[in-house]
């Protein structure tokens, strides 16, 4: 019997088996994976402690709408709205706590200059939890279930 066959047969066995031993492989690593993700991970609540709470004189939005001062509604940070018109959070609604006080409001701007997990308010909605000389607050904020 040649070499070139001999060698050619184990080729065609190995090329054969390979997909079998890779999706045993990959179905055993996808279960390790799973597996470690259970209960301890919240993937539903995506809260921002800490964040920074600024006022703004609303106007026109970078959702399309127009915003009234008196209107419960917030400007995202850039890097968290995202790029693109409207931002994949245009109207999506929040809850803010601060102070014991918790307030719905609606995503309908961006803030250029707040920092990550930061919002700026409408002076409508600030004024619910602080008086406007404070200038900046501190709280907790996160997206509600219809997000």
């Known amino acids: 019997m040649k070499l070139s066959t001999v060698l ?6 190995f090329t ?6 890779s999706a045993t ?4 690593r996808h279960n390790e994976v799973a597996h470690r993700a259970r ?17 703004y004189d609303v ?8 915003n ?7 400007a995202l940070n850039v890097e968290q709205f995202g790029p693109g018109y409207p931002g994949e959070y245009c109207f999506k609604t929040i809850t803010i706590l601060y102070n014991g006080i918790s307030l719905p409001a609606t995503i309908t701007d961006k ?8 919002l700026d308010f409408s002076r409508g909605l600030f004024d619910k939890f602080a008086n406007e000389a404070v200038g900046v607050l501190n709280g907790e904020w996160w997206f509600n279930d219809d997000n």
């Open 25 to 28: 492989m990959s179905r055993k």
């Open 39 to 55: 209960g301890d991970v919240d993937v539903h609540k995506r809260s921002f402690t800490n964040a920074r709470f600024t006022y």
């Open 59 to 66: 106007g026109l939005g970078a959702c399309g709408v127009w």
């Open 111 to 118: 803030c250029m200059g707040c920092p990550w997990g930061g």
């Open 68 to 74: 009234n001062p008196s209107d419960h509604i917030v």
């Open 16 to 21: 054969l088996a390979l997909p079998f031993a």
């Open 8 to 13: 050619g047969f184990f080729t065609l066995c």
